[in-house]
Antibody
Framework: QVQLQESGPGLVKPSETLSLTCTVSGGSISSYYWSWIRQPPGKGLEWIGYIYYSGSTNYNPSLKSRVTISVDTSKNQFSLKLSSVTAADTAVYYCAREVGASGYWGQGTLVTVSS | EIVLTQSPGTLSLSPGERATLSCRASQSVSSSYLAWYQQKPGQAPRLLIY???SRATGIPDRFSGSGSGTDFTLTISRLEPEDFAVYYC?????????FGPGTKVDIK
């Protein structure tokens, strides 16, 4: 059974860079697309972007200038970096397998942007 | 960008009743790449339907999806207590991927 687990700091200061890692277990990261999605408290879901195991990426234009998604196949992990964060970036961040119709999600991790 | 609109915002029903949720797209959704998710408080979304009408693995047959183009529907034939949750539609046929704002199904 494939499992995904997000990890990273739960508190980030304004203007700094948010960094999260998703570790995939129970299956290989190869041959799939991997996504990041976020959900501000009490609000809806927002797609951030995805990466193919080979390294090709696609980002939401609304975040593109600040987002980098990378993959480390040797560790079965992929990562998210979001730069110049503000309070508006406070959200639960989820990693998921596939571009859409994602059947496998991490449990989510709350990242708060505050000084 | 394809904007998804869901209606109603809240649906108040009793267990055993039928729920009909709507998702309308601002443009045609390519190849019916439309998915439905269920989300309960404190949990990640759970995939129910993909390709507009295909049930995901392990999803009970009381959940069904239909539609094409710009109009899609999720139907829950008979609500069970565990079905009271928020439901989101998502289009994944064109970039950027987008989600609807959600429909909350609560107990009447």
């Amino acid at each position: 059974q494939v499992q995904l687990q997000e990890s990273g700091p739960g508190l980030v200061k304004p203007s700094e860079t948010l960094s999260l890692t998703c570790t995939v277990s129970g299956g290989s990261i190869s041959s799939y697309y991997w996504s990041w999605i976020r959900q501000p408290p009490g609000k809806g879901l927002e797609w951030i972007g995805y990466i193919y195991y080979s390294g090709s990426t696609n980002y939401n234009p609304s975040l593109k200038s600040r987002v980098t998604i990378s993959v480390d196949t040797s560790k079965n992990q992929f990562s998210l970096k979001l730069s110049s964060v503000t309070a508006a970036d406070t959200a639960v961040y989820y990693c998921a397998r596939e571009v859409g119709a994602s059947g496998y999600w991490g449990q989510g991790t709350l990242v708060t942007v505050s000084s | 960008e394809i904007v998804l609109t869901q209606s109603p915002g809240t649906l108040s029903l009793s267990p055993g009743e039928r729920a009909t949720l709507s998702c309308r797209a601002s443009q045609s959704v390519s190849s019916s790449y439309l998915a439905w998710y269920q989300q309960k408080p404190g949990q990640a979304p759970r995939l129910l339907i993909y390709g507009a009408s295909s049930r995901a693995t392990g999803i009970p047959d009381r959940f069904s999806g239909s539609g094409s183009g710009t109009d899609f529907t999720l139907t829950i034939s008979r609500l069970e207590p565990e079905d009271f949750a928020v439901y989101y539609c998502q289009q994944y046929g064109s970039s950027p991927l987008t989600f609807g704002p959600g429909t909350k199904v609560d107990i009447k």
